[in-house]
């Protein structure tokens, strides 16, 4: 099993802007693909940004330009520095890894980022 670990989630203004982080450990296998989800007001989670081992980088059409992902494959860390931030962004953030390209998703406990004035 995959334990996740996220932390930097919190209040902002909009346009302020947070960095979160995601640890992964407990897996003796390789993980292909790391990134986050989050949750707004419906019951689904939609795509922030993905990241490959490799480096290939897959953005949510609401976040491109504003959030850049980063990973860290010697420390199975991800990151998520989110600029420009307005209300819409606000949601439950879930970091998510998986083990190959169609395999299932792990996912974290989930961390809120709230912005609002």
């Known amino acids: 099993q995959v334990q996740l670990v996220e932390s930097g989630g919190g209040l902002v203004q909009p346009g302020g802007s947070l960095r979160l982080s995601c640890a992964a450990s407990?897996?003796?296998?390789?993980?292909?693909?790391m990134g986050w989800y989050r949750q707004g007001p419906g019951i689904q989670r939609d795509l922030v940004a993905t990241?490959?081992?490799?480096?290939?980088?897959n953005y949510g059409d609401s976040v491109k330009g504003r959030f850049t992902i980063s990973r860290d494959n010697n420390k199975n860390t991800v990151y998520l520095q989110m600029n420009s931030l307005n209300p819409e962004d606000t949601g439950i953030y879930y970091c998510t890894a998986r083990q190959s390209s169609v395999g299932r998703f792990y996912w974290g406990q989930g961390t809120q980022v709230t912005v609002s004035s």
């Open positions: 990241m490959t081992s490799g480096g290939s980088a």
């Open positions: 407990g897996s003796a296998f390789t993980i292909y693909t």
